[in-house]
């Protein structure tokens, strides 16, 4: 079945320590986000990417890196010099932009615990 | 830059009334406008969206969304609400032309048997 997968569904990291998520879809889709969920505050962007090897920062970019060497897969690194990083963390992807569609398809999440 | 106000943190309506979760934006240009549904602990899930033409909008499950141009707004609404509908509810909006897709705050609907 086509979608997106993000692993993993579960991270606990200590302090000072660098995560990478993972986000790969098989949607042949051209875009891909990222997005970060706190309670009470909604999804936030903290990165997307229209083409391979070009990205964009978010609304929260900052104590966040990515890639996009490959379509299919975007990965999201969750640096120690995130301040905060306690949170649910979205992918979507969606076709570039185009007139009849543009509504993202979400990956089931990864919630990161930091100790 | 565009933004999206989802004004009630929480809506609560009797099982079978109509419901209402509204939402207000503001952008530049013309408006596309989402409306994505989220049950605990998984992703979102598209309910429908506003590219041109109509004002209403029907969408998954029963449904629909009232764009208005001059108040800014596009409502969620469905004419019977249902013990299932309860979730959390997120109205987005994309500007034309752009990738960028910015998301309101949520709105978490309980349906009360």
């Known amino acids: 079945d086509g979608g997106i997968t993000q692993s993993p569904k579960y991270l606990f990291r200590k302090e000072g320590q660098n995560v990478t998520l993972s986000c790969e879809q098989n949607l042949n889709h051209d875009a891909m986000y990222w997005y970060r969920q706190d309670p009470g505050q909604g999804l936030r962007l903290i990165y997307y990417?229209?083409?391979?090897?070009?990205?964009q920062k978010g609304d929260i970019a900052e104590g966040y890196s990515v890639s996009r060497e490959k379509k299919e897969s975007f990965p999201l690194t969750v640096t120690s010099a995130q301040k905060n990083p306690t949170a649910f963390y979205l992918c979507a992807s969606s076709i570039a932009w185009d007139y009849n569609t543009g509504e993202l398809f979400f990956g089931e999440g990864s919630r990161l615990t930091v100790l | 830059a565009q933004s999206v106000a989802q004004p009630e943190d929480q809506v609560n309506v009797a099982e079978g009334n109509p419901l209402t979760v509204k939402c207000t934006y503001s952008?530049?240009?013309?408006?596309?406008l989402f409306w994505y549904v989220q049950y605990p602990n998984r992703g979102l899930q598209f309910l429908l969206k506003?590219?041109?033409?109509?004002?209403l909008v029907k969408g998954s499950y029963g449904f629909e969304a009232e764009f208005n141009k001059s108040q800014t707004s596009f409502h969620l609404k469905k004419p019977s609400a249902l013990v299932s509908d309860s979730a959390l509810y997120f109205c987005?909006?994309?500007?034309?032309?752009?990738?960028?897709?910015?998301f309101g705050k949520g709105t978490r609907l309980h349906i009360l048997p």
């Open positions: 952008v530049s240009g013309n408006p596309y």
């Open positions: 987005a909006v994309r500007e034309l032309r752009d990738d960028k897709i910015i």
């Open positions: 506003y590219i041109t033409g109509d004002n």
């Open positions: 990417s229209q083409i391979v090897n070009d990205f």
